[in-house]
């Protein structure tokens, strides 16, 4: 049966807490390329799709492509961002309707446009939109924020919306793209990408090796944490209202 839309996340931890707001799985899960773990549910009368596909744009392509043997109607792909714009703070929630691939180290930027269409709109309704940078590493500092800003004019920066358009495209698949701020534009975090696997959860051993080779990160961590937590709990929000107005289609 097909699915009436396909909620995707890069990171394990920001599926999670959607993925119990949507109960037991209604079968098993799609043969998707690892590290991508993506299950139907049933919410209502519809059918979704919901899960994981891994960080980084090409664990997002992949993922998507794969989606190409029996898409379904529609695509929201979601995850938490840092902010660039000082008009936004910790869990604000923003519809991506411009999607800049930062092309600082490739010779010059390109954008798609991703404005939610047809059911997605409605699904959507109500919720700010804003320009998105992905680049492809983390940007971790004030100062490179506020240089990224300044180039693309882009609201927030993450790290894989760009390409999750851009394979949605490829098959006429409507897609959006949702966002919630982790990080305020003024705020620097530690780049913990080294010391995670492919899902995002902690490599132990790397952690520690990065924790002894950069004790400040120690104190940062329990800040981490915070930020992190609450832009999950802000994206479940999103998400099971867009869930309920799914329900209700």
Known sequence: MRADLAILTPLKAEAEPFLRLLGAPDGPPLPLPAPALVQPYRVGRRRVLAGWTGIGGEATRRAIDA?????????????VAGALAATLRA???????RLVRDGQHTGGSEALACLPAGRLEGWLAGLPRAAAVTVERVVSTAAEKRALFERTGAAVVEMESYWAAQAALAQDLPAACLRVVCDAHDESLPDLTSALDPVGRPRTLRLLRQLVASPGTITALPRVARTFGAAQAALARAVEGVLREVGRA
């Open 67 to 79: 989606l190409a043997a029996d898409p379904p109607d529609a695509l929201l792909h979601a995850g």
């Open 91 to 97: 869990g604000d929630v923003v519809v991506c309707e």
